[in-house]
């Protein structure tokens, strides 16, 4: 069983889009650009890292990234049984849900990461990941400064994220040293995340969200504000305002999708820190990830190696040269209308179904082995929508 794991604010680093430009994904760029009203693919190519700090330039850019490796994969036919964000991500894991499409995904990240900006230029501040003490003895660190600071991610046994003011953490990071932590290092982010220091961003979050389409998920969501699963719109609705100004419990979220038998988890996006969080967490498990093009060859053989893994759709272009995928050519709702039957044999151009006002034709002819989509799913432009085997 597979989950797909997406980063937040801390993974990302100058130029990091570089290496997907050439990529058949990196069209999502140009939609997001448009969609956001700013262009997304200089802060992926050339924004210096001290840009990439600023929230209203991180949020945005790191989760375009992400969808951008998403789609990569899905063209090869991977796919997750649970998904999960740390922070910021768990937007990225709902619009690979299909609870927010990519348009309202895109949106929602960028008004996020405009209201955070504004929370955190009113109260300033910065966070630190304590390495090697226990999760109790962050928290009663932090309890026992007086001054602003927050036990704030607890993502892995012995990596606790604190966050506050400046002078704040200057004092709980000294006290954390004399309580025998290896070490304590900043976290490249402009201001004190899932802190109170937030809460203003909060209404501000959920009257957004109130103005989009938030559907229930069709991939179960682990939420790291509380560790547990979420299928529906409403507990998003509810979760996500709040999620801000609320401490990430990202080592219970993994820990109960290993309860549920989750045997490998993908980070998809820059950066690697989810990875070692599964590691640390989930002694046993498989932990890949997909940072560029090249990872992907990498992650299909990983998996296909492993007892018990179960690939859908893994019968992918860059495993049989006699098998396709069919991409949509369009964003937008699918309506199968006359949609041929699983088993059919297909001739090049025949109808697959339409998106939005675009007909999804096949290019190939050949049987078809499965739909990959159900009439009313909204899915975005390339998001393979059939699999065949050529003739």
Not at 109 to 119: D, F, H, L, S, Y
Not at 276 to 301: F, H, M, N, Q, Y
Not at 324 to 351: E, F, H, I, N, T
Not at 368 to 390: K, N, S
Request: hydrophobic share 45%; charged share 20%; with cysteine.
């Amino acid at each position: 069983m597979i989950a797909f794991l997406f980063p937040g604010q801390g993974s990302q680093h100058a130029g990091m889009g570089r290496a997907w430009v050439d990529h058949p994904s990196w069209e999502l760029v140009d939609e997001a650009s448009e969609i956001a009203g700013r262009d997304v693919a200089a802060l992926l190519l050339d924004a210096p890292a001290e840009d990439l700090r600023e929230t209203s330039n991180t949020q945005i850019a790191t989760v375009t990234l992400c969808l951008v490796a998403l789609d990569a994969i899905l063209r090869v036919g991977v796919e997750p049984r649970f998904v999960a964000g740390h922070s910021l991500g768990e937007y990225t894991a709902l619009i690979a849900s299909g609870a927010l499409s990519f348009s309202d995904g895109i949106t929602a990240v960028n008004e996020r990461g405009t209201q955070i900006q504004k929370a955190a230029e009113i109260n300033q501040g910065g966070m630190r990941a304590v390495l090697g003490l226990e999760d109790d003895a962050v928290a009663d660190i932090c309890a026992c400064v007086d001054d602003d600071v927050w036990a704030a991610n607890f993502n892995s046994p012995g990596q606790v994220v604190i966050a506050g003011s400046p002078s704040g953490l200057a004092t709980a990071a000294a006290a954390a040293k004399q309580a025998g932590a290896s070490k304590v290092l900043e976290v490249a982010v402009s201001g004190a995340g899932h802190c109170p220091y937030l809460s203003q961003a909060g209404p501000e979050i959920e009257a957004t969200l109130h103005k989009l389409d938030l559907r229930d998920p069709e991939i179960p969501v682990v939420s790291n504000f509380d560790g547990d699963i979420h299928i529906t719109a409403d507990e998003f609705l509810e979760i996500l305002p709040q999620h801000v100004s609320h401490p990430v419990l990202w080592r219970h979220g993994l820990s109960r999708m290993a309860d549920e038998g989750v045997n490998s988890f993908v980070e998809v996006g820059p950066g690697k820190v989810l990875t070692a969080t599964v590691k640390r967490t989930v002694p046993g498990a498989k932990a890949l990830s997909v940072r560029t093009p090249d990872d992907l060859d990498g992650l299909i053989e990983s998996l296909a190696d492993m007892p018990g893994i179960e690939l859908p759709h893994t019968q992918g272009e860059h495993l049989f040269t006699t098998e396709r995928m069919v991409v949509s050519p369009a964003a937008g709702v699918y309506r199968a209308l006359d949609a041929p039957a699983q088993g059919k044999l297909l001739q090049v151009g025949d109808s697959l179904g339409i998106v939005g006002e675009a007909e999804v034709r096949s290019p190939f002819a050949g049987e078809l082995l499965d739909l990959l989509v159900v009439d009313g799913e909204r899915v975005t432009a390339t998001q393979p929508v059939a699999w065949l085997r050529t003739a």
